[in-house]
T-cell receptor, first 111, second 112 residues
């Protein structure tokens, strides 16, 4: 059974903190994705990676960076968290134009 | 502006067939159309995927017209457990190249 795991289900951070969200997949997928999900806005792509050490900006990359040092792991970094980054963050892996498999999500609250 | 459009919400009763349509005028030539189901506090879960005409699996059918500018997810005989948000995902072409775009999601409420 396919599996995408995220390091935390819930996270509370303070404004200005550096935040790491980690995602691990066990399906040997080349592509991994980070989305954020907000009420009324649906899912929006932040960054994706198509190979180790490779990354591409999605629709809303501002305020975020990513790291892909190993194929199975894709990290989302908030360099200096702000309150407008309070959201649900979803990681996915899969094919660019085909099925993506999602993790359970991390609900981040920035105070 | 490339985008996908779905109804925001739909209501149904147990045992009925539900059809949810997604409009995607700028779909890329080679891209698939994928539908996901999401329950509260969970990540989206794959339901079905197609390129053209009709695709059917054990949970749903997907109807795609020849021009591929829309697609319809069909859920036969829904039950209370089908209450969820349904998203379409397509690759689109715009003046910046290509991107994947999720629809805004359709909140389906199934009543007894």
């Amino acid at each position: 059974d396919v599996k995408v795991t995220q390091s935390s289900r819930y996270l509370v951070k303070r404004t200005g903190e550096k935040v790491f969200l980690e995602c691990v997949q066990d399906m040997d997928h080349e592509n991994m994705f980070w989305y954020r999900q907000d009420p009324g806005l649906g899912l929006r792509l932040i960054y994706f990676s198509y190979d180790v050490k490779m990354k591409e900006k999605g629709d809303i990359p501002e305020g975020y960076s990513v790291s892909r040092e190993k194929k199975e792991r894709f990290s989302l970094i908030l360099e200096s968290a702000s309150t407008n980054q309070t959201s649900m963050y979803l990681c996915a892996s899969g094919a660019w134009r085909e099925t993506q498999y999602f993790g359970p999500g991390t609900r981040l609250l920035v105070l | 502006l490339a985008k996908t459009t779905q109804p925001i919400s739909m209501d149904s009763y147990e045992g009925q067939e539900v059809n949810i349509t997604c409009s995607h005028n700028n779909i890329a030539t080679n891209d698939y159309i994928t539908w996901y189901q999401q329950f509260p506090s969970q990540g989206p879960r794959f339901i079905i995927q197609g390129y053209k005409t009709k695709v059917t699996n054990e949970v749903a059918s997907l109807f795609i017209p020849a021009d591929r500018k829309s697609s319809t997810l069909s859920l036969p005989r829904v039950s209370l457990s089908d209450t969820a948000v349904y998203y379409c995902l397509v690759g689109v072409r715009d003046n910046q190249g290509g991107k994947l775009i999720f629809g805004q999601g359709t909140e389906l409420s199934v009543k007894p």
